[in-house]
């Protein structure tokens, strides 16, 4: 299985901003998704951004023009750069590494976000 360790997380005020990072032990052979997760108290766990393996990006509405998800591939690490950041945005951020067509489905610890208002 593949290791995931998240960093990053921290108190912020609402405007702020904050870049989280995920890094992967380990390789993934074949097509993959990373994403990042986030749950906070009393509700599901929602995806807030994802990246396959090709590059493609996905991001949930609530953050859009606000967050970006990338990738060093050298360094084998996930980043979520987060601006702008809101109250509503606090919660628990997971990272995530899925294979598409193989076993691998890794989650992360967590880290905490938490923004003032």
């Known amino acids: 299985q593949v290791q995931l360790m998240e960093s990053g997380g921290g108190l912020v005020q609402a405007g702020g901003s904050l870049r989280l990072s995920c890094a992967a032990s380990?390789?993934?052979?074949?097509?993959?998704?990373m994403g990042w997760f986030r749950q906070a108290p009393g509700m599901q766990r929602d995806m807030v951004a994802i990246i396959s393996s090709g590059g493609s990006t996905n991001y949930a509405d609530s953050v859009k023009g606000r967050f970006t998800i990338s990738r060093d591939n050298a360094k084998n690490t996930m980043y979520l750069q987060m601006n702008s950041l809101k109250p509503e945005d606090t919660a628990i951020y997971y990272c995530?590494?899925?294979?598409?067509?193989?076993?691998?489905?890794?989650w992360g610890q967590g880290t905490q976000v938490t923004v003032s208002s």
């Open positions: 995530n590494v899925r294979q598409v067509l193989g076993q691998i489905n890794s």
């Open positions: 380990g390789r993934i052979g074949g097509a993959y998704i």
